[in-house]
């Protein structure tokens, strides 16, 4: 009995993962080297049986393509571009969402017991909330005849609007305030199990609050740090509504660009190759810091 509940855990997530990702990345990697024809259909048969004879169709300029631009050569494409785009803006949006939440995790921990899950609805509060009307939101605060703009005319602190939409800062204000709670809730979840022994201990040993917050806080945070950092980075590296609706011309993030492969250029094959380079991209570096982990755990427990 024991066996099969254990099994029965275990099996749980894995199917999960199996059905909703291993099943679906195959099926991007088998369009991503599908060669559509004149039919344009990408899923086209792999294999063909033509005069008795088999013969297998693999295009892999799909993948070719995102590297080498014929005019201009290799790793100067427009792909390579919006990889680079993406990476950017989600680190930026990582690293704020760290600068923001932080401080807001560590004040949800340390507020009384009693008010802490209003302080957690008033997080996960926008989660009611359409994440597209959010986002439309965003646009009426900061357009030029937006609140945020006509606040500043009124009080005189600039002459004319100030352009504050489809740039830079509204890609970042937006990626920022949406991905927020993913950040606040693994800190918060990880700052309120922090023994506060420790930290009245370091006060006895002559320790500032400042020094025992780097020495000790932040350490012991960790996990949640890197928790948040994972659950930001990750669904921001392939955005498309904050592009979309707060982004200019210029900011051409590669969830855009599949966008425009699949549904502009209906080159499907070409955009599920987009798409597989980015998930392994993703995956790889995450296995390798897992099993890092799980090393260094291993060690601690001998």
């Known amino acids: 009995m024991h066996k099969r509940g254990r099994a029965l855990v ?6 999960w993962l199996l059905l909703f990702f291993a099943v679906p990345f195959f099926i991007l990697l088998r369009i991503s080297v599908t060669d559509m024809g004149e039919g344009l259909n990408p ?69 009384e017991p009693r008010v802490r899950p209003l302080l957690l609805l008033m997080v996960m509060l926008p989660f009611w909330t359409s ?33 504050l939409l489809y740039n830079d800062v509204s890609m970042l204000v937006g990626m920022t305030y949406v991905y927020l709670p993913f950040m606040v809730l693994p800190l918060y979840a990880n700052l309120v199990k922090l023994d506060d022994r ?39 590296l392939g955005e498309f509504v904050i592009p979309s609706l707060l982004g200019g011309a210029d900011n051409l993030m590669i969830g855009r660009v599949v966008w425009d492969e699949m549904f502009s250029s209906n080159n499907w094959p070409r955009a599920s190759a987009l798409s597989v380079v980015m998930i392994v991209g993703v995956v790889l570096p995450l296995a390798w810091f897992n099993q890092r982990l799980a090393r260094k755990v291993e060690q601690e427990m001998v």
């Open 198 to 236: 420790l930290l009245e201990a370091a006060q006895d040993l002559g320790a500032t609050p400042w020094k025992s917050f780097w020495l000790i806080t932040v350490p012991l945070s960790r996990s949640g740090i890197v928790a948040g950092s994972i659950l930001v980075f990750i669904p921001c």
């Open 43 to 111: 899923f086209a048969p792999l294999i063909q049986h033509d005069a008795g004879h088999w013969s297998l169709h693999l295009k892999l300029s799909h993948y070719l393509s995102l590297l080498l631009d014929p005019e201009t050569g290799w790793g100067d494409t427009l792909y390579i571009e919006s990889y680079g785009l993406s990476i950017k803006y989600a680190f930026w949006t990582t690293v704020l969402c760290l600068f923001v939440g932080y401080p807001f995790a560590y004040f949800l921990a340390r507020s």
């Open 10 to 15: 275990l099996g749980i997530p894995w199917f």
């Open 131 to 163: 994440f597209l009307l959010r986002v439309y939101a965003w646009k009426g605060l900061l357009a030029d005849q937006g609140i945020i703009n006509n606040a500043l005319i009124f009080l005189g602190l600039t002459p004319e609007p100030l352009q």
